[in-house]
Structure formats: C-alpha cells, structure tokens
C-alpha cells in the first residue's frame, strides 16, 4: 500500500470487518479499516451477549457455516492469545435450555432431534438431571436439553484482539470518521470519502452492520440490511451462580468467568433508536428470575442496547451485483460472534484466490 492506494478498503470495524483485516493480513494483504467511531467494535460487536450456538439454525446451507466457525474458535483463541496476549475467554460452557411446560418441551426435544440427525450432540434430562448441573434452577422446569458443543466468547476482547492482531501484521486503521460517499470511474468505485478527503484502492469491502444499506443506496443498489435492537442487562452474582449459558422463557443468561451475568436480549425492529428501556430490562429481570429465583439477590451493574445488522436472506457475503470490485459482508443478525471467524477466512479467500472453502453463492448479495 502507498500513502494514498489502498489494496482493500474495509469500511466497519466491528467484528466482522476486524475478522476481514485479521484475514487478509495473515495473507500479507494490508488492508485499510475505516470506521465513524473513534475505536473499533463500538456498535453490535461491543453490545453482543457472545454466545457461539451450534444449534443456530435448522436450514441448510446456514447451519454449516455456523458449525464451520465454532469449529474455528478454539485454535483462533490460541493464536489470538499468542499474537496479541489478549484472552478472548471462548469457554465451551454448553447452553442448558430449559423447558417450564409440554408445549416447549415439544419445541426443544424436536430442536434436539434436528441437531443429533446432522451430527451435533444434544441430550435431554429430567428436572433432577438438570438440578444437578445447575442447582440454582428453578424448582418448577419440567426438563432441558443439554447442547453441549455450544460455548461462549468476550466479545469486546475478540474485537480488540482481531484488530491488534491485524495491526501487527500491517493493517491500517482510520478511525473516527465516517465514510460518507464513494468515488465512481467508469461506472467502478475506485475510492472512498473520508472527512472530505477521498482515499483510494483497488476493492472495498463494506462490513458497516446495519448501516450497510446505507452505503449500498449510494452505489445504487438497494439491498435492505435493517437495525434490530437488542437489550441486555448486566447483573453481578459471587459466588457464581451458573456453569452454562441457560436459556429459557425467550431469554438467555451467559455467565462470565468474573461473577458478571448478562440477562438478554430483546428483539425489537425500532430502527436505530438504542435506548434502553425499563420494560426491556423489566423483560429480562422477570424471566431471569422464574429461571432462577436468587438472580433476584444479585448486584445490577447496568443495562444497554445495541442493533443486530438484520437481512431477510442474510447474512449476506460475496460481490454486490453490477460491481467487480465491492464486497459486502453483513446482515449476520444474531449470530455475528459466532460467524466472525468463517466470515473473515472466506471474505479474505474470495479477495486472495477467488475459490472460498465454503460456497458463497447460497449468501450472495441480491437485489429482491
Ligand atoms: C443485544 C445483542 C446480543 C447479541 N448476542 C449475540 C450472541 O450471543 N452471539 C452472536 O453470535 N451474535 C450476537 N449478536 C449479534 C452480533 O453482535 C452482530 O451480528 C455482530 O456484532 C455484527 O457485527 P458487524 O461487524 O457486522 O456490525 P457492528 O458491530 O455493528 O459494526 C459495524 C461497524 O461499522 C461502522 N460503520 C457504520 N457505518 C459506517 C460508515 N459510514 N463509515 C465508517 N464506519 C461505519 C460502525 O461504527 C461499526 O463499528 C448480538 C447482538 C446484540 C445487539
């Protein structure tokens, strides 16, 4: 790269744009990162639960690409730690999901059977099987299901990690400052304006959430990538009360190895509003507390919000249409952690080689 001739442009330093640089770095491209915030992994990869769920979907092509990132996480967490002494804390805590009544024992043994049928593990106990791996449950679940490949990561950490590690490989970082337009020749872009000032490359890659749509209608193609708010609330229990991440009720509840516990999340399509409310954080107290009643006794330390990158078909990963040059990588809705790593590795070999491992063509970006 010279001063003002980028090779790639990554326009978002959230996760998934951080996970891009990380990639094309260890394949000795340098890519310039662009983001508005004065830091990177300020937006949904900062507000992120982290939960890496192996059951994330039942419809193929998707559960694949899931599978194919958790498998990823933990050689991922070594070299991160090794590279850049960040600990990313991915714990394979396995999620316990309860059931409290027949209609969702229903849902989640049927849940359970899809998942064992394409080769994941899934168990299902009795209340007292359950007791005995989380005391603190309520005395009034009828059952759960143990998804025992599921884990858990500091997101913050990850992001951070991603981009330190990115940054020792040679990737540049512009932070602070949006990109507000794109510089067209001959119907191609072939820069991007920052602050007034137009910066240059030879492919851009737009990894901007839920704020991709935006940057897209600029180029002329109108593909929705909507903003849904997501409320947590940040409680403290010490001793810690829970080993599992247990979900129940629409609620989850991940425990971090600090005695933090984070109670999430909504999902509201409220466009970019990230306030969080009382009856968002009322939400998740109550069902907190049916699941385990001395969540009741514990510390609150905060509650906030922020906007999963949402896309009908998403998430959405290869060439926008009529552009050789522009990728989008975006729309990954609630499973943006999860999918960071397979995310980075298959956008750094589509710019690279032009052969991903994994077909892209079920997540190709269209026009509807
Ligand atoms: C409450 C909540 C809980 C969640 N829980 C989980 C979970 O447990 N597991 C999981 O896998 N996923 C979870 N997710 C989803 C996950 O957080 C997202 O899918 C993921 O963070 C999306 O990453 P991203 O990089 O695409 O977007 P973002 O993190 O939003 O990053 C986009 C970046 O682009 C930048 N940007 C935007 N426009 C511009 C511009 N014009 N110029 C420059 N920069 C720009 C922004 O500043 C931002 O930094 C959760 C999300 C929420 C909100």
């Given at each position: 790269?010279?001063r003002?001739?980028?090779d790639v442009?990554i ?5 998934i ?12 491209i340098?890519?310039?990162?662009i983001?508005?915030?004065?830091t990177?992994?300020?937006e ?12 994330a979907?039942t ?5 694949t ?9 933990p050689?991922?967490?070594?070299e991160l730690?090794a ?12 999620t ?7 209609a969702e024992?229903?849902?989640l043994?049927g849940?359970?059977?899809r ?8 168990e299902?106990?009795t ?11 309520s005395k009034?679940i009828?059952g ?16 951070t990690?991603?981009a330190k590690?990115?940054?020792?490989l040679?990737?540049?970082f512009?932070?602070g400052?949006?990109?507000t337009n ?7 872009v072939?820069?991007?304006v920052?602050n007034?000032e ?6 851009f890659?737009i990894?901007?959430g ?6 897209m209608t600029?180029?002329?193609?109108p593909?929705q990538?909507?903003p849904?708010?997501g409320?947590i609330?940040?409680?403290?229990t010490m001793?810690?009360l829970f080993?599992h ?8 509840i991940?425990p971090?190895?600090?005695g933090?516990?984070l109670?999430?999340?909504?999902v509201e ?9 009382v009856?968002?954080?009322?939400q998740m107290?109550?069902?907190g507390i ?6 009741a006794d ?7 919000a922020g906007?999963?990158?949402?896309a009908?078909k998403?998430p959405?990963?290869g ?5 050789d040059?522009v990728?989008l990588?975006?729309g990954?809705?609630k ?5 960071a790593?397979i995310?980075g590795?298959l956008?750094?070999e589509l ?5 991903p491992s ?11």
């Amino acid at each position: 790269m010279n001063r003002d001739h980028a090779d790639v442009i990554i326009i978002g330093g959230g996760i998934i744009g951080c996970a891009i640089a990380y990639n094309l770095a260890k394949r000795d491209i340098k890519p310039l990162l662009i983001d508005k915030a004065p830091t990177v992994g300020t937006e949904a990869s900062w507000a992120g639960a982290g939960i890496l769920t192996s059951h994330a979907s039942t419809h193929e092509p998707y559960p694949t690409l899931c599978r194919a990132s958790l498998e990823r996480y933990p050689v991922l967490a070594e070299e991160l730690r090794a590279e850049t002494q960040i600990d990313i804390e991915f714990i394979q805590s396995g999620t316990l999901s309860v059931f409290f009544n027949q209609a969702e024992a229903a849902g989640l043994i049927g849940l359970a059977d899809r998942r064992v049928k394409r080769g994941f593990s899934a168990e299902v106990l009795t209340p007292e099987q359950a007791w005995q791996l989380e005391p603190a449950l309520s005395k009034s679940i009828v059952g759960a299901v143990l998804f025992p490949e599921d884990a858990q990561v500091r997101n913050p950490k990850m992001v951070t990690a991603l981009a330190k590690g990115a940054a020792k490989l040679g990737a540049k970082f512009r932070l602070g400052n949006p990109v507000t337009n794109f510089v067209k020749e001959s119907g191609r872009v072939i820069g991007i304006v920052v602050n007034g000032e137009t910066l240059y490359a030879d492919t851009f890659v737009i990894a901007a959430g839920c704020w991709a749509g935006t940057l897209m209608t600029q180029l002329g193609v109108p593909i929705q990538i909507e903003p849904v708010k997501g409320q947590i609330v940040l409680i403290e229990t010490m001793p810690p009360l829970f080993q599992h991440v247990v979900d129940g009720l629409d609620i989850y509840i991940v425990p971090r190895v600090d005695g933090k516990v984070l109670l999430g999340a909504t999902v509201e399509f409220v466009g970019y509003d990230k306030t969080a409310t009382v009856d968002g954080a009322k939400q998740m107290i109550d069902a907190g507390i049916t699941i385990a009643s001395q969540l009741a006794d514990s510390a609150f330390v905060q509650t906030w919000a922020g906007l999963r990158p949402y896309a009908k078909k998403g998430p959405l990963l290869g060439y926008l249409p009529g552009y050789d040059n522009v990728v989008l990588a975006s729309g990954h809705f609630k499973n943006g952690i999860l999918l960071a790593p397979i995310t980075g590795q298959l956008i750094a070999e589509l710019l690279t080689t032009g052969q991903p491992s994994l077909p892209l063509e079920p997540f190709q970006p269209e026009v509807a």
